[in-house]
């Protein structure tokens, strides 16, 4: 009889010990994933904000600034290519709640764009922003508290361009919580108000 109770209360503490351990490890698990997916959306938003800033012409002349939506941008920049004669045409895009980018290396004498050649790679997942726009716009006039440009925005307008992420963190299971990355920058080749 004794037996059978010490191995009953071992039981019970084993199981009670492993399930203290898989909560622990799962907790941890989430926090990690948590951390990538605020840590990704960081990077994101700073090679964005490079890219944006050295927008340029692209080499078959077209305007820095191709297209301006709230869930797409497209432009034109030298930003880390191999040559600064070499602008890449560059797509940032929501799908499915997945934000992905489009790389267009220009080709050919004279360069020009093949857009069927377009790279897509998805960049970050879990995007929460919903009817929430990605991309806000502004003129010149923008003193970081000036509304944004509304849609559909001239991008003949535009002079700051910022990104708004909002990325789910899931701190642990079934948790809906976002974190908000927002940064932009100046267009400086379309820059016109140099004194400010």
């Known amino acids: 009889m004794e037996v ?3 191995v009953a209360i071992l039981t019970v503490i084993i199981v009670f010990v492993s399930s203290m351990l898989t909560v622990i490890f ?14 990704q959306a960081r990077t994101i938003s700073s090679t964005f904000v490079n890219e944006i800033r050295d927008a340029t012409p692209g080499n078959d002349g077209s305007y820095p600034l ?23 045409r560059v797509r940032y895009f929501i799908s499915n709640n997945k934000l992905y980018k489009g790389t ?24 929460r922003n919903a009817s929430t726009p990605l991309f806000y716009y502004y003129d010149g006039d923008y003193d970081g508290t000036t509304s944004a440009l509304t849609q559909p925005v001239n991008i003949n ?14 701190t642990k299971k079934g948790d809906s919580s976002v974190f908000t990355v927002t940064t932009g920058a100046t267009i400086r080749s379309i820059k016109d108000n140099l004194g400010n």
Do not use: C
């Open 4 to 6: 059978i109770i010490s």
């Open 26 to 39: 799962d907790y941890s698990k989430q926090g990690l994933l948590a951390m990538d997916n605020i840590d």
């Open 66 to 88: 191709n297209k301006a939506t709230a869930s797409e941008i497209i432009f034109y920049t030298n930003y880390k290519t191999s040559s600064s004669a070499i602008v890449n």
């Open 104 to 127: 267009v290396i220009p080709t050919g004498s004279p360069l020009s764009y093949n857009l069927s050649s377009e790279s897509v790679k998805l960049i970050q997942s879990d995007i």
């Open 157 to 170: 307008q535009v002079r700051f361009a910022r990104i708004n992420l909002m990325v789910l963190t899931q």
